[in-house]
């Protein structure tokens, strides 16, 4: 395992993905926003956005040309992954294996049961952390807490129809003008993946805190009067029930991702590189 820590107590970071959300990450370890943090390194698998996003940046990262590159920069001890699904498929194992730890947002890779064993075991073997955030969901904390207790988890994500236009998981209602709240998918969550790509992400992370992908239940709604995209949590069991509704505005630079989402990154690193009292779980 790599020194978590540099001698001034601070937690060396290699960013992965270097768009809306690691822009936003790398930018609040720069100015201040999360302390004991330092951003050595970047890469992205495009060039330019990872040279852009360096010369942004104060002290000035490495911008990296391959992730072999990113891991073996001195002092990194984690990846903070803002890639892409395909990205942590891609990496995952590389990173832990080279003794980092991976705080990661592309959380819907892990709706791939065999990919998140494999990543879990390199991390304990390794001795490194697996870290995902909220993101876009909210509760988590409190369906950790009672996940041996569930009986029944359910996500219902509802947008406008527009929002879904490209989805496979709507191409039959593509020239459909929907009036009034439509179900589109009620089901297993592993089954909403591929039919619904921009809700894998939620979908996976409220399934691998709770129930799994196969017992998740994910219920996706079109409605043409739905304020934004809305996400709401039910869950139920011995500990008794709870609901969460989360209404997310937008990212001003990418209307795919929340703004409660990059929220959800920073306070996540911040929480982890700080050394302060922590507050909730
Ligand atoms: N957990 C959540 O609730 C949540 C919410 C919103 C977004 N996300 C996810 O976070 C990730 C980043 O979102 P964003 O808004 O910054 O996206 P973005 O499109 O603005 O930026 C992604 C960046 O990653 C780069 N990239 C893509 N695939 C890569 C790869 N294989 N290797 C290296 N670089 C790669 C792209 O070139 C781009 O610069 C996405 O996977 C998105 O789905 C998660």
Not at 64 to 86: F, I, R
Not at 191 to 199: R, T
Not at 242 to 253: A, M, Q
Request: charged fraction near 20%; charge should be negative.
């Amino acid at each position: 395992m790599t020194e978590s820590r540099q001698k001034d107590g601070s937690v060396g970071i290699g960013l992965l993905g270097c768009g809306t959300m690691g822009g936003e990450v790398a930018l609040a370890v720069s100015n201040g926003a999360v302390q004991n943090a330092r951003v050595f390194a970047v890469f992205d698998e495009d060039g330019d956005q990872a040279n852009r996003l360096a010369k942004t940046l104060d002290p000035t990262p490495i911008a990296c040309t391959t992730v072999d590159e990113l891991l073996d920069v001195q002092g990194l001890s984690l990846v903070v992954e803002c890639a892409a699904p395909a990205a942590v498929a891609a990496h995952g194992a590389s990173v832990l294996s080279a003794g980092r730890s991976l705080l990661m947002l592309s959380s819907g890779a892990l709706a791939d049961t065999d990919l998140y064993e494999r990543l879990n075991g390199i991390a304990s073997e390794n001795g490194c952390d697996i870290v995902v955030p909220s993101g876009a969901l909210g509760g988590i904390d409190a369906l950790r807490s009672v996940s041996d207790l569930l009986e029944e988890v359910t996500l219902t994500s509802t947008k406008p129809p527009h929002a879904f236009s490209g989805a496979p998981g709507f191409a039959r209602w593509e020239d459909v003008e929907i009036t009034e709240p439509t179900i589109l998918y009620e089901g297993p969550a592993v089954g909403a993946v591929p039919l619904f790509p921009a809700n894998v992400n939620v979908a996976a992370t409220l399934s691998v805190a709770g129930l799994g992908p196969q017992k998740t239940i994910v219920k996706v709604v079109a409605d043409p009067a739905s304020p934004g995209n809305v996400h709401e949590i039910y869950a139920r069991g011995q500990f008794g029930e709870f609901t969460f509704k989360l209404v997310n505005e937008p990212h001003v630079r990418n209307p795919k991702t929340s703004h409660l989402a990059v929220l959800s990154a920073i306070e996540t690193l911040r929480a982890y590189c700080d050394r302060g009292p922590r507050i909730g779980t």
